[in-house]
């Protein structure tokens, strides 16, 4: 699982809520990233990092935002949640830029 | 037209037969390929990789690259129910200098090998 941690790996919560996921990896990678899946769409990028306060918007970003203040750990944070937003979230890593990613475990996340 | 395209299958071939995965993709800037693994409830794990026209082998896998067709393909050769799983294509798209690339992924094919 090259050293990425997911939580909560299980989570309902509220439509209105707010709700963070935590990744944290304990390789000290520099990249980065947040994906969800949903049937027929399959992985899409929501959000990634190359550093300490540096993240950037993946293709689904809206209604999402993010942090990073130490290396290790990879916030995602659900402003509002929405129905919409009831998916599986994947945390990835990537060694090098421009390379393969390896994924976490992954967050279920139901929004009711 | 989605970046990257794969048909949702279900494939279903039987054991010890070759399962062919194809996977197509639009930007011909794209410079690297990966396949991953994805058992139901699980997360994906990569399999293999590609960045030069041509096939690469890995035991039972082979990874076939054309960048004129804009196409990748995977074959698993003498196919076991274990094998069965999603098989998603990813490609790096819009990498180059200092950018960063990212990395998209089709919708994956669902493989079925039955005994």
């Given amino acids: ?112 | 037209q989605k970046e990257v395209e794969q048909n949702s299958g279900p494939l279903s071939v039987p054991e010890g037969a070759i399962a062919s995965l194809n996977c197509t993709y639009s930007d011909r800037g794209s410079q690297s390929f990966f396949w991953y693994r994805q058992y139901s409830g699980k997360s994906p794990e990569l399999i293999m990789f590609i960045y030069s026209n041509g096939d690469k082998e890995d035991g039972r896998f082979t990874a076939q690259l054309n960048k004129a067709s804009q196409y990748v393909s995977l074959l698993i050769r003498d196919s076991q129910p274990s094998d069965s799983a999603t098989y998603l294509c990813a490609v790096l798209i819009n990498a180059g200098g200092t950018s960063y690339g990212k990395l998209t992924f089709g919708q994956g094919t669902i493989l079925t090998v039955h005994p």
Avoid at chain 1, 33 to 48: A, C, E, K, N
Wanted: with cysteine; aromatic share 10%; glycine share 8%.
């Fill in chain 1, 1 to 112: 699982d090259a050293g990425i941690t997911q939580s909560p790996r299980h989570k309902v919560t509220e439509t209105g809520t707010p709700v963070t996921l935590r990744c944290h990896q304990t390789e000290n990678h520099r990249y980065m990233y947040w994906y969800r899946q949903d049937p027929g769409h399959g992985l899409r990028l929501i959000h990634y990092s190359y550093g300490v306060k540096d993240t950037d918007k993946g293709e689904v970003s809206d209604g999402y935002s993010v942090s990073r203040s130490k290396t290790e750990d990879f916030l995602l944070t659900l402003e509002s949640a929405t129905s919409s937003q009831t998916s599986v979230y994947f945390c990835a890593i990537s060694v090098r830029r421009n390379t393969e990613a390896f994924f976490g475990q992954g967050t279920r996340l139901t929004v009711v």
